[in-house]
């Protein structure tokens, strides 16, 4: 479940040809469990109908007619004060100079000038508008009292040149908009720096030593700390994934690049979360030049890798205020067992038992089963869950644990 469930956010569209993205944002939003409100400008509505919104949410999306009927006096101060957030995507250079000026001529800057809530601006314009010092001078002027700019970015624009000015994509707004109500939430102020993927060895220039890892767990637990208003580092290793938005992320390959990672980013951290698949053994020596068939088969001696959390273990035993740390125990037998001693080898507050050797948890796998084991000897059995119902247990463990 994302911080969106249940949030009331007003999201206004006004007149730019990026406002079909707003349809989008809407559903994806009511899809996310947000009780979402639309107002669009009357140069938005040139762009797109209030039916198609209405058609998405399920329910009336408001115009300017609205700010002319009998309820008017009531409407934007009820949507203002209920609001969780005010997100305005795509927002106009007009309408980025009214919000900067305090302008209240239309339903959506007067709702913005009732609001108490956080302000997201998503802006999207011609990349020279975006430049001119006047925009500049008004955004600076919003983020001044507080307001977040999500964007633009960089690339093709509808006028047929490229520059800075168009909207980002519907993914990205989700992400900025998650990462916004989170910074209200219970880890608001915490620094919790994660691991995610599995560590590649190389054997030459181009084989590595690797593992089935897909990283989807620990990005996961990743978005689910910044939901809950977490600073968060995540030191991944080369994955296929697109990282939380918001996430301070650190990019390594080898064990012991993440070992100085993870030492260094955990020095300071409230909480370690040590998801990643690494290597215990490496290529004592990677060939310099690409292995070639005709020399034979290679004969690749291994060494054992640095143990990461051990090595956290230690440090932590030197810190004043040594931070939460939970561990992974990727198991194909005796899971509790072998969790149980793990969890006291590397001194950790909570270790994530998860049996790999099932097809529906583990490597790769959208689900997980896993069993939390804590240091005051509690156990837990979660069932089959989404990864990131998964990462949304285990992150709500560790905000009790720094509670
Ligand atoms: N880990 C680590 N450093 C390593 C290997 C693992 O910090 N060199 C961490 C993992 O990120 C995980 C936990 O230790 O959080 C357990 O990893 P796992 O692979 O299950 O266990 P190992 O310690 O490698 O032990 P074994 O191979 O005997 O199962």
């Given at each position: 479940m994302s911080n969106l469930q249940d949030k009331h956010i007003v999201l206004g569209i006004t007149?730019?040809?990026?406002?079909?993205?707003g349809a989008d944002l809407a559903s994806k939003l009511t899809q996310l469990g947000a009780q979402v409100d639309v107002i669009l400008t009357s140069a938005a509505e040139k762009f797109i109908t209030p039916l198609t919104l209405q058609s998405v949410m399920g329910h009336h999306a408001y115009t300017e007619s609205d700010l002319w009927g009998g309820e008017a006096h009531v409407l934007h101060v009820g949507l203002a004060k209920s609001a969780d957030l005010l997100v305005i995507t795509p927002c106009t250079a007009n309408t980025i100079a009214k919000l900067a000026h305090g302008e209240a001529d239309n339903l959506l800057t007067i709702t913005a000038l009732a609001a108490r809530c956080p302000l997201l601006i998503a802006p999207a314009m011609d990349g020279g508008m975006f430049e001119h010092p006047a925009t500049q001078e008004n955004l600076a002027k919003l983020k001044e009292r507080g307001a977040y700019i999500a964007g633009p970015a960089e690339g093709h624009l509808a006028s047929g040149l490229s520059g800075v000015g168009r909207l980002l994509e519907v993914p990205d707004l989700i992400g900025h908009i998650r990462f916004v109500l989170g910074r209200?939430?219970?880890?608001?102020d915490k620094k919790v720096v994660v691991s995610a993927g599995g560590t590649q060895e190389p054997l030459?220039?181009?084989r590595v030593l690797t593992n089935?890892?897909?990283?989807k767990q620990g990005y996961a637990l990743a978005q689910s700390a910044i939901d809950l208003g977490a600073e968060v580092t995540l030191i991944t290793t080369p994955t296929s994934l697109t990282a939380p938005i918001g996430a301070n992320v650190v990019h390594v390959q080898t064990a012991s690049q993440m070992l100085e990672a993870v030492l260094k980013e955990s020095a300071d951290a409230d909480a370690l979360v040590m998801a990643a698949a690494v290597a215990d053994f490496r290529p004592k020596r990677a060939a310099g030049n690409k292995m070639k068939k005709?020399?034979?088969i290679p004969q690749i001696e291994l060494e054992t890798t640095e143990d990461i959390l051990e090595a956290v273990a230690a440090q932590r035993s030197r810190m004043k205020r040594p931070c939460v740390t939970v561990g992974f125990a990727a198991e194909s037998r005796d899971l509790i067992q072998n969790a149980g001693e793990k969890l006291k080898s590397k001194n950790l507050d909570l270790i994530v038992a998860n049996d790999?050797?099932?097809?529906?948890?583990?490597?790769?796998?959208e689900t997980n089963r896993v069993t939390l084991l804590f240091s005051s000897g509690k156990q837990e059995s979660l069932p089959l869950m989404s990864k990131v119902d998964v990462a949304d247990a285990i992150i709500e463990r560790v905000a009790a644990l720094l509670e």
């Amino acid at each position: 479940m994302s911080n969106l469930q249940d949030k009331h956010i007003v999201l206004g569209i006004t007149g730019s040809i990026a406002a079909f993205k707003g349809a989008d944002l809407a559903s994806k939003l009511t899809q996310l469990g947000a009780q979402v409100d639309v107002i669009l400008t009357s140069a938005a509505e040139k762009f797109i109908t209030p039916l198609t919104l209405q058609s998405v949410m399920g329910h009336h999306a408001y115009t300017e007619s609205d700010l002319w009927g009998g309820e008017a006096h009531v409407l934007h101060v009820g949507l203002a004060k209920s609001a969780d957030l005010l997100v305005i995507t795509p927002c106009t250079a007009n309408t980025i100079a009214k919000l900067a000026h305090g302008e209240a001529d239309n339903l959506l800057t007067i709702t913005a000038l009732a609001a108490r809530c956080p302000l997201l601006i998503a802006p999207a314009m011609d990349g020279g508008m975006f430049e001119h010092p006047a925009t500049q001078e008004n955004l600076a002027k919003l983020k001044e009292r507080g307001a977040y700019i999500a964007g633009p970015a960089e690339g093709h624009l509808a006028s047929g040149l490229s520059g800075v000015g168009r909207l980002l994509e519907v993914p990205d707004l989700i992400g900025h908009i998650r990462f916004v109500l989170g910074r209200r939430g219970r880890l608001a102020d915490k620094k919790v720096v994660v691991s995610a993927g599995g560590t590649q060895e190389p054997l030459d220039p181009v084989r590595v030593l690797t593992n089935k890892s897909s990283g989807k767990q620990g990005y996961a637990l990743a978005q689910s700390a910044i939901d809950l208003g977490a600073e968060v580092t995540l030191i991944t290793t080369p994955t296929s994934l697109t990282a939380p938005i918001g996430a301070n992320v650190v990019h390594v390959q080898t064990a012991s690049q993440m070992l100085e990672a993870v030492l260094k980013e955990s020095a300071d951290a409230d909480a370690l979360v040590m998801a990643a698949a690494v290597a215990d053994f490496r290529p004592k020596r990677a060939a310099g030049n690409k292995m070639k068939k005709r020399d034979g088969i290679p004969q690749i001696e291994l060494e054992t890798t640095e143990d990461i959390l051990e090595a956290v273990a230690a440090q932590r035993s030197r810190m004043k205020r040594p931070c939460v740390t939970v561990g992974f125990a990727a198991e194909s037998r005796d899971l509790i067992q072998n969790a149980g001693e793990k969890l006291k080898s590397k001194n950790l507050d909570l270790i994530v038992a998860n049996d790999i050797s099932a097809k529906d948890a583990g490597f790769g796998a959208e689900t997980n089963r896993v069993t939390l084991l804590f240091s005051s000897g509690k156990q837990e059995s979660l069932p089959l869950m989404s990864k990131v119902d998964v990462a949304d247990a285990i992150i709500e463990r560790v905000a009790a644990l720094l509670e």
